[in-house]
């Protein structure tokens, strides 16, 4: 007779929407604990699974959340790695995407799944989208296909749709509906049954251990052109001190203004080895700086193109990248490559 393993899962509470009770009595809302969590969602005993938690104490509204928070994460998970099938990460909607990101370059060589889910309403409330989403990001933590995890990747779980975590944003603060990946399709959907999408689902070397990663960077900065940017701003964000790498986002398919003042500042910041990443403005599609005349002179000053990556990942990415000592070359090279899937990159 062959015996089955019970599904173990690691549920992950950093803090957030999705962890607060409403005390009766008050009114206020309060963080929630493990007692509070089978209250309200007493389906979870209806798994035939091994469900521990842990609870970051005091708990992080996610606007907090720091690449400290990250590593904090990347250890829980790597000392429990082997005891569990599959790990579920409660957070703030407001930089889970930043989260998700950073975790899926943190954690080399994933066999296993990461799920971040949360809410927008919290979990003691009548209306709450926090119990599907949790229930269901349980359920594809714990999933198997021939016996290998069905995700084995960092991912998001938000409304029915399981997104790539690096690629995907929050596009709404007010539906549930809050995540979109818009250039890469969903892994999975979830309805009546949960349907996956194998073709699009990394898949793991198993003969490589997990390798995790914590050191992270943060000089780098953001810098999004609109129409009428002025020279001192764009020349103050440059000349940072200790600046390392920025993030432009820029219109349309990679473009800029035709300014000579602009594309300067852009050759000296890149002499001096600055490295400057161009991302959309857009939610959806890709740069591509040979399209166009306001393109091609960001890639002719040194600028390099992010692709169709998001925002989030470029920004921690790069963190990522610097924090771990590469040279600018290397770095430049990376920034190019699909470390874990962040990026469609035509050849």
Request: charged letters at 20%.
């Amino acid at each position: 007779m062959m015996i089955t393993k019970t599904p173990s899962v690691l549920l992950i509470y950093t803090g957030g929407t999705i962890g607060m009770i409403q005390n009766p009595e008050t009114g206020a809302l309060e963080n929630f604990n493990f007692n509070h969590l089978l209250k309200h969602v007493p389906e979870l005993k209806k798994f035939n699974y091994h469900i521990s938690t842990y609870q970051f104490e005091p708990p992080i509204d996610s606007s907090d959340m720091e690449p400290q928070a990250w590593a904090k994460l990347v250890k829980i998970i790597s000392y429990n790695y082997d005891l569990y099938d599959g790990f579920v990460i409660l957070h703030g909607t407001d930089t889970m995407a930043f989260t998700a990101s950073a975790l899926s370059f943190m954690l080399e060589n994933l066999s296993k799944p990461v799920i971040l889910t949360g809410s927008q309403l919290p979990i003691g409330m009548l209306r709450t989208d926090g119990k599907e989403n949790l229930i269901t990001a349980i359920e594809i933590a714990a999933a198997k296909i021939d016996g290998k995890a069905a995700v084995p990747e960092v991912c998001i779980f938000f409304e029915n749709h399981l997104m790539r975590g690096n690629r995907t944003s929050k596009i709404n603060a007010e539906n549930f509906n809050a995540f979109r990946s818009f250039n890469y399709p969903p892994l999975a959907k979830a309805g009546i049954h949960i349907k996956y999408e194998p073709s699009r689902i990394l898949k793991p070397d198993e003969g490589l251990p997990l390798k995790p990663h914590y050191l992270f960077d943060t000089n780098v900065v953001i810098l999004n052109l609109f129409p009428g940017i002025q020279e001192s701003i764009v020349s103050a964000v440059l000349n940072a001190p200790g600046l390392k790498a920025v993030v432009l986002k820029t219109f349309g398919s990679g473009n800029a203004p035709q300014k000579e003042w602009f594309i300067q500042a852009l050759k000296d910041a890149t002499s001096r080895g600055i490295i400057i990443v161009n991302v959309t403005q857009c939610t959806s599609g890709a740069v591509q700086m040979e399209r166009y005349g306001t393109g091609l002179q960001l890639l002719q000053a040194g600028v390099i193109s992010g692709y169709d990556s998001t925002l989030e990942c470029a920004i921690t990415k790069l963190m990522f990248l610097l924090g771990h000592g590469f040279s600018n070359k290397e770095i430049r090279f990376r920034m190019t490559k699909s470390l874990a899937g962040e990026i469609t990159k035509e050849e």
